[in-house]
């Protein structure tokens, strides 16, 4: 049998009162608390938008400041990047001056060898310890110590350049990180709210940077970098002073001895042709001596020979006179008169060939110096061979450049 439908509850008016006044009260308290939350959700959008704002705004201007201190340091690096390779154009030219007068000393030094070389073939007395000798070998030191002086002041330029450049390196690498550093920046600063294509949300941006430093070891580094450079620049400055000190001393040196190399050799070769005049006059005299004199022995052998007959004569006479018979042989007037002719004649001929051997004997001595002059007068031109011609014609190639 099927149930029957029960009746809906029914309330009384009490009730009813009561659930309307309750809903009212009820709902009167959610409006006063969502009119609540809706002042605050307001207060705090307008806070927070203003926060938003004013981070952003600090925010960009930190970055204008900070891109002006970048820009600072980019000009004051570039400055000086720009500073080195002046300096290092500079000191390279430097270099190649000291280079140029270093090969330009070469020909000098091989003249001055070849020089002594030729001054060694020189003969007898001519080969002698001269003044010549004395200026050539100080020329050879003083190129020596020329030679020195230029290759360790190339070796200092050198070192110089390389300090240098180095410098630059970090001043470059430092410009170049300024660069990016300034791009990056400079892009942040431009950026908007509405630039919805180039900003995002990305994760980890605000943990620690592990590699980061303090502003003022960035401003340290970049003020470290210039100040190296600068005092790299300052030596590099002070060496290129020191090298035009250098090669003045050095030409002027090289140029002073070259001149007392010249004079000394003109002095001796005035010398040797004065000593080759006076040694050609005595040969002339000498030769006129040995002509005289052996007309003088000529002389004597005629007179000799003319005596032989005169005396020829009085031995024919005695010899006959020596066969008189018995009492005859009488030792009258006539045999001493003969005997005295006889000694007389012989001792002219004695007194004549004493005579003859004393001029042979000086011609031969007279011959001896005919020789020893045309040895010596050979010996002579054979040295201003050397030092008036050979050396001569070698040493008019030396041309001294000042650099």
């Known amino acids: 049998m099927a149930e029957l439908v029960k009746p809906p509850t029914k309330y009384s008016p009490y009730e009813w009162y009561n659930s309307n006044f309750k809903n009212y009260n009820n709902a009167e308290k959610e409006r006063a608390t969502a009119e609540s939350i809706q002042l605050e959700t307001q207060r705090l959008t307008d806070e927070t938008d203003e926060l938003a704002r004013q981070c952003q705004e600090d925010a960009s201007k930190k970055l204008s400041q900070r891109l002006q201190e970048l820009n600072f340091w980019k000009d004051e690096v570039q400055s000086q990047v720009q500073a080195v390779e002046d300096e290092i154009q500079a000191i390279n030219n430097h270099k190649a001056k000291l280079e140029n007068a270093l090969d ?10 070849s020089c002594m070389k030729y001054r060694e073939e020189r003969e007898g007395i001519d080969l002698v310890h001269d003044e010549v000798e004395i200026n050539l070998l100080k020329e050879i030191e003083v190129i020596d110590g020329v030679r020195s002086v230029l290759k360790r002041t190339i070796e200092e330029a050198v070192e110089q350049v390389r300090r240098l450049r180095s410098a630059k390196y970090y001043l470059q690498k430092d410009l170049a990180d300024k660069n990016v550093a300034i791009k990056i920046d400079d892009t942040c600063h431009k950026l908007r709210n509405t630039d919805v294509a180039e900003i995002g ?4 941006v605000t943990d620690p940077l592990p590699h980061a430093v303090t502003p003022s070891d960035w401003t340290s580094f970049s003020d470290t970098n210039v100040k190296k450079s600068e005092s790299e620049k300052q030596a590099s400055v002070s060496l290129r002073s020191v090298i035009v000190g250098i090669l003045d001393q050095t030409y002027n040196d090289l140029v002073a001895q070259c001149k007392n190399v010249d ?22 005299k000498v030769e006129e001596d040995i002509g005289g004199m052996e007309t003088n022995i000529a002389k004597l052998k005629k007179a000799i020979q003319e ?6 004569v009085a031995h024919t006479r005695l010899a006959h006179r020596n066969q008189r018979p018995n ?3 009488t030792l009258d007037t006539a045999q001493y008169q003969l005997v005295n002719e006889v000694q007389n004649v012989e001792s002219a001929i004695k007194a004549l060939e004493a005579q003859l051997k004393i001029s042979e004997d000086s011609l031969k001595a007279l011959v001896r110096n005919e020789l020893e ?9 054979k040295s201003l061979h050397i030092d008036d011609e050979l050396c001569k014609d070698l040493r008019s190639t030396i041309d001294y450049t000042h650099y």
């Open 104 to 113: 330009t000393v070469e020909h000098p030094y091989k003249v001055a060898l």
């Open 201 to 204: 949300l990305y994760e980890g």
């Open 263 to 284: 004079l000394a050799f003109k002095k001796r070769v005035e010398e040797c042709l004065a000593a080759k005049e006076r040694l050609t006059l005595h040969l002339q």
């Open 307 to 312: 005596k032989l007959a005169p005396l020829k």
């Open 327 to 329: 009492m005859e042989l």
């Open 373 to 381: 002059l045309q040895e010596d007068i050979r010996i002579k031109s």
